[in-house]
Nanobody, 115 residues
Framework: VQLQASGGGLVQAGGSLRLSCAAS????????MGWYRQAPGKQRTLVVA???????NYADSVKGRFTISRDNAKTTVYLQMNSLKPEDTAVYYC??????????WGKGTQVTVSS
């Protein structure tokens, strides 16, 4: 199983970026797909997750600015990030969690927001 994330980069405050994460391989019983981020010197935290039923859970800090979506096959998940702020700067990791408690992680993609 591999998760390939892309779409990170450098953007000015107020700008937008769209992250993508494509899963390959056999993943059974996905319960949720999502994005986490880790800023330098800080713990990895949840940005947003979408369950198999489509319910979403956003971190308060990104509500109204970020939107998660996925393709119909549920093998690719996207994160549209608008109105970016310098505090959004972090490495963003995509995640897939199965009903059996197994977590798959992508390698991470750097997002840098300049002020």
């Amino acid at each position: 199983v591999q998760l390939q994330a892309s779409g990170g980069g450098l953007v000015q405050a107020g700008g937008s970026l769209r992250l993508s994460c494509a899963a390959s391989g056999s993943i059974f019983s996905i319960s949720a797909m999502g994005w986490y981020r880790q800023a330098p010197g800080k713990q990895r935290t949840l940005v947003v997750a979408i369950s198999s039923s489509g319910s979403t859970n956003y971190a308060d800090s990104v509500k109204g600015r970020f939107t998660i979506s996925r393709d119909n096959a549920k093998t690719t998940v996207y994160l549209q990030m608008n109105s970016l702020k310098p505090e959004d700067t972090a490495v963003y990791y995509c995640n897939i969690r199965t009903q059996y408690g197994i977590n798959y992680w992508g390698k991470g993609t750097q997002v840098t927001v300049s002020s």
